[in-house]
Antibody, heavy 121, light 107 residues
Framework: EVQLVQSGAEVKKPGESLRISCKGS????????ISWVRQMPGKGLEWMGR????????IYSPSFQGHVTISADKSVSTTYLQWSSLKASDTAMYYC??????????????WGQGTLVTVSS | DIQMTQSPSSLSASVGDRVTITCRAS??????LNWYQQKPGKAPKLLIY???NLQTGVPSRFSGSGSGTEFTLTITNLQREDFAIYYC?????????FGGGTKVEIK
């Protein structure tokens, strides 16, 4: 079974750094890109960016470029989403999802269970 | 960026009803359109990919159609477990974008 398992909920203070993770299993990790999606409380879904674990090539949404860093470690089948200085507005649920690519088309399947990040002083 | 607009934003329906949700793209996206279902407290789940292809394991009462700028998700014989929020998503170009969601509630 293809599965993405994310790290647990985090509570942080503004200005702190954070890295959350997403571990893939049940498939060859380097054969699929992984995307990160934000869902702010009570709101819709926003694509943040994707990474190709083969070479760590990353593309970001302009809305998130410079605010977060997406990385991958293929040796442990894990991708990461990190912040160097959190803001209260980063409070949200963050999902990772496998990009199923059938060029030129793509879709997200499956999704991780989500990591809730709360930033509060 | 390609803007995705869903309508309605919410609807009330009864078990057994037929429900149609529309998704419009701000420019042509061919058939690069996917649909997801999200239940409260859960991650989204893929229902339909490439506009009209039913994901394995998804009940056949779900169907998708459309191309270009207008797409529909239809649920026939609505079941209690279908009450959820539905999102469309374009995969034509980055940044990938989602519609605002349609909440299907019990009447």
């Amino acid at each position: 079974e293809v599965q993405l398992v994310q790290s647990g909920a985090e509570v942080k203070k503004p200005g702190e750094s954070l890295r959350i993770s997403c571990k893939g299993s049940g498939y060859s990790f380097t054969t699929s890109s992984i995307s990160w999606v934000r869902q702010m409380p009570g709101k819709g879904l926003e694509w943040m960016g994707r990474i190709d674990p083969r070479d760590s090539y990353t593309i970001y949404s302009p809305s998130f470029q410079g605010h977060v860093t997406i990385s991958a470690d293929k040796s442990v089948s894990t991708t990461y989403l990190q912040w160097s200085s959190l803001k209260a507005s980063d409070t949200a649920m963050y999902y990772c999802a496998r990009d199923v690519l059938l060029a030129p088309d793509s879709w997200f399947d499956p999704w991780g269970q989500g990591t809730l990040v709360t930033v509060s002083s | 960026d390609i803007q995705m607009t869903q309508s309605p934003s919410s609807l009330s329906a009864s078990v057994g009803d037929r429900v149609t949700i529309t998704c419009r793209a701000s420019q042509s996206i061919s058939k690069y359109l996917n649909w997801y279902q999200q239940k409260p407290g859960k991650a989204p789940k893929l229902l339909i990919y490439a506009a009209s292809n039913l994901q394995t394991g998804v009940p056949s009462r779900f169907s998708g159609s459309g191309s270009g700028t207008e797409f529909t998700l239809t649920i026939t014989n609505l079941q209690r477990e279908d009450f959820a929020i539905y999102y469309c998503q374009q995969s034509y170009s980055t940044p990938l974008t989602f519609g605002g969601g349609t909440k299907v509630e019990i009447k």
